[in-house]
C-alpha cells in the first residue's frame, strides 16, 4: 500500500489566481493521477502524471489550465490556473504502481472553493 | 468508452439491515472491478476487487461477484452497521493493450446511511 498525502487541505481563493496543490507518496510508485471531484458527482481523471515526461491529459482538460508536474517518483503537484467558480471541487491524487492491477491509493483531497 | 453505473441514492437503513448496492459497467476489454469506500473526513479507500469474471471480492462483511454476463459487480452485506455510513464507489480499470495502466472509471457514488 502506500499513503498519500496532500496539501492544502482545503483553500478559498479569489477568481483570476491560481493555486499548486502538492502530493507526497511515502514511497516510489510509477503512475500518478489527478482526479476532480465536482460538487455531487463522481470522479474524473484528469491527467496520468508520469516521471520524467509531460502529463496525459483527458479529454476536456489541458495543460494550460492545469499544469502538472512530476519531478520524482514520489511527488508530483497540479496547478490549477485563473481559477474561476465552476472550478470549485475537490482535487485529488491518486498513485498505483502495479500494472494491471489498477488499484489506485488515494490521498485525503484538496478542497478548493473559489468566490 | 468505459462507464460505471451506480443505483441511484443516498441509502438509508436501520442498523442489521441487508445492503445492496447496485453497479453495472460497460468497457471494451475485460477490466478489472472496485469497490471503494469515502467516509466523512477522509479519503478514497480500497473496499475490495475482483479481477477476472466469476471471482469474488470480501472485505468487512462486504461481498461483489464480477457477473460478466450481466456486466455487473454489485454490493452486498448482510448486516450493516452505523460504521458503514459512508459513500460508496463502483470502478472499473481496463488495462486492455496495457493503455490504461491504472487508470480508473468511477460510478457516480452511492451515500449509503445507517440509523441505529
Known amino acids: 500500500s502506500a499513503v498519500i498525502s496532500q496539501k492544502p487541505s482545503r483553500d478559498i481563493c479569489q477568481r483570476g489566481t491560481s493555486l499548486t496543490i502538492q502530493c507526497q507518496v511515502d514511497?516510489?510508485?510509477?503512475?500518478m493521477f489527478w482526479y476532480r471531484q465536482q460538487p455531487g458527482q463522481s470522479l474524473t481523471l484528469i491527467a496520468t502524471?508520469?516521471?520524467?515526461?509531460?502529463?496525459?491529459?483527458e479529454s476536456g482538460f489541458v495543460i494550460d489550465k492545469f499544469p502538472i508536474s512530476r519531478p520524482n517518483l514520489t511527488f508530483s503537484t497540479l496547478t490549477v490556473s485563473n481559477m474561476s467558480p465552476e472550478d470549485s471541487s475537490i482535487y485529488l491524487c491518486?498513485?498505483?504502481?502495479?500494472?494491471?492491477?489498477?488499484?489506485?491509493?488515494f490521498g485525503e483531497g484538496s478542497r478548493l472553493t473559489v468566490l | 468508452g468505459d462507464s460505471v453505473t451506480q443505483m441511484e441514492g443516498p441509502v438509508t437503513l436501520s442498523e442489521e439491515a441487508f445492503l445492496t448496492i447496485n453497479c453495472t459497467y460497460t468497457?471494451?476489454?475485460?477490466?478489472?472491478l472496485f469497490w471503494y469506500v469515502q467516509y466523512p473526513g477522509e479519503g478514497l479507500q480500497l473496499l475490495l476487487k475482483?479481477?477476472?469474471?466469476?471471482d469474488k471480492g470480501s472485505n468487512k462483511g462486504f461481498e461483489a461477484t464480477y457477473r460478466k454476463e450481466t456486466t455487473s459487480f454489485h454490493l452486498e452485506k448482510g448486516s450493516v452497521q452505523v460504521s458503514d455510513s459512508a459513500v460508496y464507489f463502483c470502478?472499473?480499470?481496463?488495462?486492455?493493450?496495457?493503455?490504461?495502466?491504472?487508470?480508473?472509471?468511477f460510478g457516480q457514488g452511492t451515500i449509503l446511511t445507517v440509523h441505529p
Open positions: 470502478a472499473l480499470s481496463d488495462d486492455a493493450g496495457g493503455t490504461s495502466y491504472g487508470k480508473l472509471t
Open positions: 491518486s498513485a498505483g504502481g502495479k500494472r494491471g492491477a489498477g488499484e489506485l491509493f
Open positions: 475482483a479481477t477476472k469474471a466469476d
Open positions: 514511497s516510489q510508485v510509477t503512475m
Open positions: 502524471a508520469n516521471q520524467g515526461s509531460e502529463a496525459t491529459y
Open positions: 468497457a471494451t476489454g475485460y477490466p478489472s
